[in-house]
């Protein structure tokens, strides 16, 4: 059967991370914002099978790392939901534009090339 025909709770759980830039001096300000994610938006991300979401701040680099059954499928369940619109909006005048985007990337995304367990 097609993986993607399989039901989510059927498939694996795989590891995901990627790196985003703050602005210089906005480092205060993303972490206070996450000291208090929105109730809703951790609703809608649990919602969209993102479980274990990790973020790492060194400076204004971000590392971030989560698991759901497919990236871009979850990821596609948060685009245009009112709750993560209003979250994106009052988050974006923090990060710096990406860099390094590969052809349809979202983020730049990290390649896992170990794991212990």
């Known amino acids: 059967m097609d993986e993607k025909k399989r039901s989510a709770h ?17 480092a205060e300000a993303y ?3 996450h000291r208090a994610v929105w109730p809703e938006m ?11 979401y990790s973020i790492y701040r060194r400076d204004e680099l971000l590392i971030l790392t989560l698991r759901c059954v497919d990236f871009e499928e979850s990821w596609s369940k948060l685009d245009n939901h009112p709750v993560n619109l ?10 710096a534009p990406p860099e390094g985007l590969r052809t349809g990337e979202r983020f730049p995304m990290m390649e896992e090339v170990f794991y212990l367990q």
């Open 31 to 33: 972490e206070e914002a």
């Open 10 to 26: 059927e498939r694996p759980l795989r590891r995901y991370a990627f790196i985003l830039r703050l602005r210089p001096g906005m």
């Open 42 to 52: 951790l609703a809608l991300l649990k919602n969209a099978g993102i479980s274990e």
């Open 86 to 95: 209003r979250w994106q909006e009052a988050m974006a005048p923090l990060f």
